[in-house]
Structures are given as C-alpha cells and as structure tokens.
Nanobody
Framework: QVQLVESGGGLVQAGGSLRLSCAASGRIFSIKRMGWYRQAAGKQRELVAG???????NYADSVKGRGTISRDNAKNMVYLQMSSLKPGDTAVYYC????????????????WGQGTQVTVSS
C-alpha cells in the first residue's frame, strides 16, 4: 500500500557530513509523522529524529546539534542532514512514517523503508 525508499547512505570519514533522503509513495491520504531510526550492529533500533506534518521535530540526544530533520510535504519526502559524523553513527538508517492510508475505509498505519547503510570511518 505504501512504500518508503531511502537514499544517501554511504561511507563517510569522521567529521564529515551526509544527507539522507526518504521518499514515500503509494496509497497515501496524508502522512502524520515521518522519522529516521538507526540500528547499529548488535544493538537495538533507536530513534534518530522525527518530524510531524506540521513541522514539530524531536531528536535523540546523541544527534542533537549535529542532525537536522526536514520534510517536503508536497513531495512526501523527509531528509536527515548529519554533520560532524562519528564512528558511533555507523548504522543502518531506516525511514519510518505514520500514514493515513487512502482506501475505502482510511486507516493509520506505520511503514518502514528497507534501510540505507551509513558507515563512518575514523
């Protein structure tokens, strides 16, 4: 019904920057919230940043001051700008969205992207 596709991951040296993008498509009536999660090897998935359709944001303490989440509602896209990257930022980053699915009886559901690998070298 709804697909999320991430892009922008890759290998970055410590101190560098990157920008992740996520595009949502499918039977979307509206998107209530979009966000980024990450999961490092051997660890649980954790929230990086989230943003509501109205623009309210929240961040994990570990990325405050280094990460900026933004969205383009018209394009159903969300972005994560990361700077001053550290080896500890190495993880698979997943796009997440709470979507009002467009169907005969609309309903809200959570969707995940396939993930994009971010590797920060020292």
């Amino acid at each position: 019904q709804v697909q999320l596709v991430e892009s922008g991951g890759g290998l970055v040296q410590a101190g560098g920057s990157l920008r992740l993008s996520c595009a949502a498509s499918g039977r979307i009536f509206s998107i209530k919230r979009m966000g980024w999660y990450r999961q490092a090897a051997g660890k649980q998935r954790e929230l990086v940043a989230g943003i509501t359709n109205s623009g309210s944001t929240n961040y994990a303490d570990s990325v405050k001051g280094r990460g900026t989440i933004s969205r383009d509602n018209a394009k159903n896209m969300v972005y994560l700008q990361m700077s001053s990257l550290k080896p500890g930022d190495t993880a698979v980053y997943y796009c997440n969205a709470i979507v009002r699915v467009q169907t005969l009886i609309p309903y809200d559901a959570e969707f995940w992207g396939q993930g994009t690998q971010v590797t920060v070298s020292s």
